[in-house]
């Protein structure tokens, strides 16, 4: 399919893609539009950024146009459960977009607020559901969502659901939906163990990939940055000289860490802001509006919340820190280059992380160009002139709202990948394995990246629980 009009969709959803100008599926919606049509049910291995929302919604929502009926009270017709708030709030968009010529009812719930505006949400139950797990037990346990009306069930983003824990909430979840309904199954990679829950939860499903499994965006210019751990406050002040990064994610480990990066870069004059679990859910909202209309051009953040950071024109992806989990590197620099476009990825890597790089460059099967700027002179100089941020707290791993088993599979990510302790990080003075990477210190990469225009508006305010 060439057309979003060669589907045969509800005109309603026809008007409503005109409208926001989309035109010609993505490959993932061009392959799973028709199959989740016909009833089938779906495999999707595919990265962010590729569409996929809109792979599952556009036909959904054809469904619900074509069988209307109200929905139980307290109920829904369809559930997708999300890993994050973040993501939960632009999937619930995402169905309000598209259905916004049907009277489509959608309700997001997730956790970090009040349940009274969730429960009033939910009361003459909806069409669409969009929920984060350990929220949504509460809901059921307390019996102010019943699910036994579900036509249909999408699990997002399922391998982060493993890594958050979510495993077993998710199999709790389960047994409260009918057995007889459609399930469509998402995940940016395919671990032993989320293959054994797709195997569990589909029954002769279509199956797509989109990217070979655990590579990385081919159109994001990747390099590594060889740099001591000490100095790499100092070598980001430095990148952000360069014009060109304009709208830029930087990722850190921890909480805490996000934190203290943000306010290094204030003390340079960068405007940023941090996002992380220990956010109240304003403050995320705030921050991630800030970013989408330009009024910062550094969001700092942890991966509990890169998930749903769903923003077009981000310029360059840093990771302060390598990820313990290799695959969280392919989700960290697919916040760039999205929609077809290209985007820069920039990695430190101190020697105490040189294992993470390696299992990073084993799972996404390439070598990463890198480049040596320990003992550089001139960033030894931009250290010392660097000032201190005050009031920052100790460390802790961004674990707030993750999940029952959170904390205990953390650890043992830890222990695999080479982590010390909840804060995710490697002992001081781990040996230096592998070779030194790269160019000669004096020889510096430019990094200038896609010139992109700022000020990139948001499609709709999050955190909105539902349109009735």
């Not at 969730?118 to 909806?126: I, L, P, R, S, T």
């Not at 998710?170 to 469509?184: E, F, G, T, W």
């Amino acid at each position: 399919m060439t057309q979003f009009t060669e589907f045969g969709l509800a005109a309603p959803l026809l008007k409503a893609l005109a409208g926001e100008g989309y035109t010609t599926p993505t490959p993932i919606q061009a392959q799973a539009i028709p199959g989740v049509m016909a009833g089938r049910d779906l495999q999707g291995i595919a990265q962010t950024g590729t569409g996929k929302t809109a792979a599952f919604a556009l036909p959904i929502l054809h469904r619900l146009a074509a069988e209307k009926r109200q929905p139980e009270r307290k109920g829904a017709r369809v559930l997708v459960l999300s890993p994050t708030r973040e993501l939960a709030s632009q999937i619930g968009e995402s169905f309000r977009t598209y259905g916004k010529h049907m009277g489509v009812s959608v309700a997001v719930i997730f956790g970090g607020v009040k349940y009274g505006a969730q429960h009033k949400a939910m009361a003459n139950g909806v069409d669409v559901l969009v929920a984060t797990p350990g929220r949504l037990l509460d809901h059921l346990q307390e019996k102010t969502i019943i699910l036994k009306g579900v036509e249909i069930f999408v699990l997002d983003e399922a391998d982060q659901m493993l890594d958050l824990g979510f495993v077993l909430p998710i199999r709790k979840i389960v047994a409260h939906i009918p057995k007889v309904r459609q399930n469509l199954f998402f995940s940016a990679t395919m671990p032993t163990e989320i293959g054994k829950l797709a195997s569990e939860l589909l029954t002769d499903p279509l199956r797509i990939a989109v990217a070979p499994q655990a590579t990385t965006v081919e159109k994001v210019n990747q390099r590594v940055l060889f740099v001591e751990q000490s100095r790499k406050r100092a070598l980001l002040s430095e990148l952000f000289d360069d014009p060109g990064f304009k709208r830029v994610i930087v990722f850190t480990r921890t909480k805490r860490g996000a934190d203290r990066v943000a306010r290094s870069l204030e003390q340079v004059g960068v405007d940023a802001a941090a996002i992380h679990g220990d956010k109240s859910q304003g403050q995320r909202e705030r921050a991630l509006a800030d970013f989408k209309a330009g009024k910062v051009r550094a969001l700092v953040a942890t991966d509990i919340a890169a998930r749903g950071i769903d923003i077009d024109a981000v310029s360059h992806v840093v990771q302060f820190e390598l990820p313990n989990v290799p695959e969280s590197y392919v989700h960290r620099i697919g916040r760039t280059a999205r929609a077809g476009a290209d985007g820069s990825a920039v990695a430190f890597c101190a020697d105490d992380e040189r294992t993470l790089l390696r299992d990073i460059q084993k799972v996404t099967r390439q070598t990463i160009p890198s480049f040596d700027r320990r003992n550089d002179k001139q960033l030894g100089a931009a250290t010392a002139a660097l000032p201190e941020p005050q009031g920052v707290k100790p460390e802790r791993a961004d674990t707030r709202g993750a999940g029952p088993h959170r904390g205990q599979h953390q650890q043992k990510r830890n222990r695999n990948h080479g982590g010390g302790g909840a804060g995710g990080h490697r002992h001081e003075g781990a040996p230096a394995r592998g070779n030194g990477g790269g160019e000669k210190p004096a020889q510096r990469p430019a990094f200038k990246g896609p010139q992109r225009g700022g000020g990139a508006q948001s499609s709709g305010r999050t955190g909105v629980w539902s349109n009735r």
